[in-house]
């Protein structure tokens, strides 16, 4: 049976992920725009000064330069950075979301037993039959009922194990000593990353 665990939204806030993005964007925009103005009153002030004063002041001036510089690098990075959080908190929520459904469909169905079923998604192979995961679920928990609900279809092989473990990924992955924050109660992968890699990695 598939127990699926950690699904409840990251409470990640968009709204304010684009403002902080949309502020910090302005403000690179608005130093960038003030680097001919100032240069023009940086070259102006200097033909009002005289020795020692007009070194100081150039000085100062490029500092100024360098930092309003270094300033929108980093404004435009920081909006590179919530960006990426952004889309990652999105795929996060969007696991979740599909690892909260699966389970509501779990429930569903239990409920309907006048036993306890032990529910689980099960792969079945061209032709029909069960296949090794409805075999695995049945030895490690024999006074159990199940139900199984076909998710995807492949050939017997690689293909089948390759869709196996693209949907393993996408629940939340095995729950073992290796993963104990695992979403699924499946104690292992169905392919090790090369192999699944190998086969051409996310079929979908």
Do not use: C
Request: aromatic residues 8%; neutral net charge.
């Amino acid at each position: 049976m598939a127990k699926v665990r950690g699904n409840d939204p990251t409470g990640y806030s968009y709204g304010d992920a684009d403002a902080l993005k949309t502020a910090a964007r302005n403000l690179a925009s608005a130093i960038d725009g003030q680097t001919a103005t100032r240069s023009a009153a940086v070259t102006n002030a200097e033909r009002e000064f005289r020795g020692y004063f007009s070194q100081v002041f150039a000085d100062n001036a490029g500092i100024a330069s360098r930092s309003a510089s270094k300033l929108s690098d980093a404004l435009s990075s920081l909006v590179g950075f919530v960006d990426e959080l952004r889309e990652a908190a999105k795929q996060e929520d969007r696991r979740r979301a599909d690892a909260k459904a699966w389970e509501a469909w779990k429930r569903e169905r239990e409920e309907n037993f006048f036993v306890g079923a032990a529910v689980a998604a099960q792969f079945e192979a061209a032709g029909g039959g069960s296949g090794p995961a409805t075999r695995e679920h049945a030895r490690a928990n024999p006074d159990a009922i199940y139900e199984y609900r076909v998710i995807d279809r492949g050939t017997p092989g690689q293909h089948l194990d390759r869709l196996e473990e693209y949907h393993i990924r996408r629940l939340g992955g095995p729950t073992n000593k290796g993963n104990p924050d695992g979403l699924l109660e499946n104690k292992r992968h169905q392919m090790r990353e090369a192999r699944y890699q190998a086969a051409g990695g996310d079929p979908y």
